[in-house]
């Protein structure tokens, strides 16, 4: 599966972004989909997961509460909804699939496929 990722930008502390990723294949909903994110000097994280049906998701303990990941099957595409964001969340995202529709890993190791990044900048 290919892995397209979209939707970076800048925006101010406490707004809002959303990020896309479309992916290619006719097998998408039995892929997880999953965001990560790389910060200047830092391990790339877990940012959240969502199982192939979409019943299931993961977040890390500090994005909750703020993002929102989601899919259309229909569409192939993943998305993450960030709201009132940090600028601790400055980064670059990248999406990515493990090849089985559930259980929802954290571990960046678990996942095959990856899309290229895109930048998200918060200023304070």
Same mark, same amino acid.
């Given at each position: 599966?290919?892995?397209?990722?979209?939707?970076?930008?800048?925006?101010?502390?406490?707004? /809002?972004?959303? $990020?896309?990723?479309?992916? /290619?294949?006719?097998?998408?909903?039995?892929?997880? $989909?999953?965001?990560?994110?790389?910060?200047?000097?830092?391990?790339?994280?877990?940012?959240?997961? =969502?199982?192939?049906?979409?019943? =299931?998701?993961?977040?890390?303990?500090?994005?909750?509460?703020?993002?929102? =990941?989601?899919?259309?099957?229909?569409?192939?595409?993943?998305?993450?909804?960030?709201?009132? $964001?940090?600028?601790?969340?400055?980064?670059?995202?990248?999406?990515?699939?493990?090849?089985?529709?559930?259980?929802?890993?954290?571990?960046?190791?678990?996942?095959?496929?990856?899309?290229?990044?895109?930048?998200?900048?918060?200023? /304070?």
């Amino acid at each position: 599966v290919q892995l397209q990722a979209s939707g970076g930008g800048l925006v101010q502390a406490g707004g /809002s972004l959303r $990020l896309s990723c479309a992916a /290619s294949g006719r097998t998408f909903g039995n892929y997880v $989909l999953g965001w990560f994110r790389q910060a200047p000097g830092k391990e790339r994280e877990f940012v959240a997961g =969502i199982s192939g049906s979409g019943g =299931i998701t993961s977040y890390a303990d500090s994005v909750k509460g703020r993002f929102d =990941i989601s899919r259309e099957n229909a569409k192939n595409t993943v998305y993450l909804q960030m709201n009132s $964001l940090k600028p601790e969340d400055t980064a670059v995202y990248y999406c990515a699939a493990f090849s089985s529709p559930y259980p929802v890993p954290k571990a960046k190791s678990e996942y095959g496929f990856w899309g290229q990044g895109t930048l998200v900048t918060v200023s /304070s």
